[in-house]
C-alpha cells in the first residue's frame, strides 16, 4: 500500500472538514489542511499551513516545505453574496496559485481534484437537464467553476500528474461550526415555528415545494472524493457527487413535522430571511427553556440559503450514472441522514426536542 500525503485547500469548509476525518482514518494518508484561519477542533495526525490563496508569493513560500506532497484537494471558494453573481477572477487566482505552489514544492504529485458543484448546470439561474448529466451544455458564463475546470485541465497538459473535478449539491452536516447548512437552519425554522403554536410551513413556493431536489452529506462527499481521486477511471474528468438519491421537499418537510412533533402547514412564500429578523428574544427564550447553547440566531441558520433553495421551483437533480459506471456506488438515503444530522444537533443541545 503505497503512502500518500493529500493537501487540502479549504480544510475547514463544507466540502472537505469530512474529507479530513475520512483520509486521516485510513493509515496509508497524511493530510495537510490549508486554510487562512486554523481548524478550530484539533485533529492529531493533521499538519496545518496557514495560507491566503489570493497572495501566490505566500502561497508558494507556505507550500515550499511540503515536498511529500502526491494528492491535492482544491475546496476553497472566494466571499460571495447568496444568489448573487460569483467571483471568476478571485477564485480562479486562488485555484492558480495553489497549482503553482504545489507544482514548485511536490516532486511527486500525482493528482489535482477541484470541489465545484451542482450551479455548474446553472440551477442558480433556472430549470436545466434534470437528471443534469455531466456533459450537459454549459449555461452562458460567467460561471467560476468552468474557468477553473478549465484551467485545470490546461495546466495539466504535459504534466506526470492528472486531474479531477466533484459536483454536489447542498452539502449537509453536522456541522455546529458552520452556519451554511440546512439541517440547523431548518431545525431553528422548526423550532420556531413551534414555539409560536404554529404548524411546519414551507418558506417557498408550491413549484418548489413538489420538485425534486438532491443534496450531498458531507461525509459521503468525502468517501466520493477519496475514491475519486485516487481510481484510475476517474482521472481527467468531473462526476456529479451527490448522495444517489432525490426527494420531494415536501416529503422532508413532512419528516422534519413528523420528527419536531408538529402538524406539517402550507407553502408561504416569504423571505425566511425577512421574516426571521426579529425573532431572537423569541430564540433566546427557547434557549433559555431547553438549556441550550447560547447562539445569537444568524449562527445557527443561514436564512438566506433556505430561501434560494426555497425559490428553486424546479427539479435539482444530478445523475449519478457516470460515477457509478466508474465504479464509485455508495449511496446514501437524503431524508433519513438529515434526521440522523438534525437529530445529532438536539443531542447537542443547539436545537431542541
Ligand atoms: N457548501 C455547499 O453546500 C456546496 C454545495 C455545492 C458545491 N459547493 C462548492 O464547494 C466548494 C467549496 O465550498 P464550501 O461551501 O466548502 O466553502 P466554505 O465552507 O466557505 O469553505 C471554504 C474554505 O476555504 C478556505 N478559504 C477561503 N478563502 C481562502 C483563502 N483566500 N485562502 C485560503 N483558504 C481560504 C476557508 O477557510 P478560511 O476562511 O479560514 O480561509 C474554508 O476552509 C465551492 O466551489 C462551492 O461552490 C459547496
Not at 466540502?15 to 475520512?22: F, G, K, N, Q, Y
Not at 495526525?45 to 511540503?66: E, N, V
Request: net charge negative.
Amino acid at each position: 500500500m503505497s503512502q500518500k500525503t493529500a493537501l487540502i485547500a479549504g480544510a475547514t469548509g463544507a466540502a472537505s472538514i469530512r474529507l479530513v476525518d475520512v483520509l486521516l482514518a485510513d493509515p496509508a494518508w497524511s493530510v495537510i489542511g490549508l486554510s487562512r484561519n486554523p481548524p478550530k477542533s484539533a485533529h492529531d495526525r493533521l499538519a496545518y499551513i496557514r495560507a491566503d490563496l489570493m497572495d501566490g508569493p505566500h502561497t508558494r513560500k507556505a507550500l515550499s516545505a511540503h515536498s511529500g506532497i502526491t494528492h491535492a484537494f482544491y475546496t476553497s471558494r472566494a466571499p460571495f453574496k447568496e444568489g448573487g453573481l460569483e467571483d471568476v477572477e478571485g477564485n480562479v487566482a486562488m485555484l492558480e496559485n495553489l497549482i503553482d505552489g504545489l507544482e514548485a514544492a511536490a516532486p511527486n504529485l500525482a493528482h489535482i481534484h477541484l470541489v465545484t458543484g451542482s450551479k455548474w448546470y446553472g440551477i442558480h439561474l433556472g430549470p436545466g437537464q434534470s437528471p443534469a448529466r455531466e456533459d450537459a451544455p454549459r449555461h452562458m458564463p460567467p460561471n467560476f467553476y468552468y474557468d477553473q475546470q478549465d484551467v485545470l485541465a490546461d495546466r495539466q497538459q504535459g504534466r506526470q500528474w492528472t486531474w479531477s473535478a466533484s459536483r454536489p449539491n447542498v452539502i449537509y452536516d453536522f456541522a455546529p461550526e458552520r452556519v451554511r447548512n440546512l439541517v440547523p437552519t431548518i431545525g431553528a425554522w422548526a423550532a420556531i415555528s413551534k414555539e409560536l403554536g404554529v404548524p411546519l410551513d414551507y418558506p417557498g413556493h408550491p413549484d418548489s415545494f413538489n420538485a425534486l431536489t438532491d443534496m450531498t452529506d458531507a461525509t459521503h462527499l468525502a468517501h466520493a472524493l477519496k475514491w475519486i481521486a485516487t481510481a484510475d477511471t476517474a482521472h481527467n474528468q468531473a462526476f456529479n457527487a451527490t448522495d444517489g438519491d432525490f426527494f420531494r421537499w415536501r416529503h422532508l418537510w413532512q419528516r422534519v413535522a413528523d420528527h419536531f412533533e408538529m402538524e406539517l402547514g402550507v407553502c408561504r412564500p416569504i423571505s425566511a430571511e425577512a421574516w426571521m429578523a426579529d425573532k431572537q428574544p423569541l430564540w433566546d427564550r427557547i434557549v433559555t427553556r431547553h438549556s441550550l447553547e447560547a447562539k445569537p440566531l444568524g449562527d445557527l441558520a443561514a436564512w438566506g440559503f433556505l430561501d434560494f433553495l426555497t425559490n428553486q421551483r424546479f427539479d435539482v437533480v444530478s445523475s449519478m450514472v457516470k460515477i457509478r459506471q466508474a465504479g464509485f456506488t455508495e449511496t446514501v438515503s437524503s431524508i433519513d441522514k438529515f434526521i440522523e444530522h438534525l437529530a445529532r444537533y438536539q443531542d447537542a443541545r443547539i436545537l431542541p426536542r
